[in-house]
């Protein structure tokens, strides 16, 4: 049995994995999850898709801890259940996209405006889901 993504088709996987969104061949607004059928940009009439790949990086825009357990499919990882941090993240795209906070990082490792990397991780022996990880300049933990 080898890792596989939790969801097939919203990223890649491999040393520099990527979201994967649907950009529109008419008016170029990137939507994600990928999407197809008719653009939701009200001033567009496009009906067609390309595949596009998401930028790597993005900006917090804004956090929050699962204080509790999500309900049911939720899988706990841990028990007792641990508490884990969720990021929204804006995108140089426009769009802001929530993952979980990377394996090792909780709500104490963010502020809004810090930049953050997309990791794809092991949710379980199977699958695989995508997670922000904070990004750490180099010599910032030097200073403590
Ligand atoms: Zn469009």
Redesign the pocket.
């Known amino acids: 049995m080898s890792l596989g993504p939790a969801v097939e088709g919203w990223f890649t996987t491999g040393p520099e994995p990527a979201l994967l969104g649907s950009r529109?061949s008419?008016?170029?607004?990137v939507y994600f999850p990928p999407t197809s059928g008719f653009?939701r940009?009200p001033a567009?009439d496009?009906e067609e898709f390309e595949a596009a790949e998401l930028s790597r990086r993005g900006t917090v825009w804004s956090y929050t801890d699962a204080q509790y357990q999500p309900p049911a499919p939720y899988v706990a990882r841990t028990e007792p259940y641990q508490p884990f941090a969720l990021a929204a993240v804006e995108l140089p795209e426009g769009i802001t996209v929530l993952g979980q906070v990377a394996d090792g990082y909780g709500v104490a490792d963010l502020r809004v405006g810090a930049e953050v990397e997309l990791v794809v991780e092991p949710l379980d022996e199977q699958l695989l889901v995508w997670r922000w990880k904070p990004v750490t300049e180099l010599g910032e933990e030097a200073d403590q």
């Open positions: 529109c008419t008016c170029a607004t653009c940009n567009c496009g």
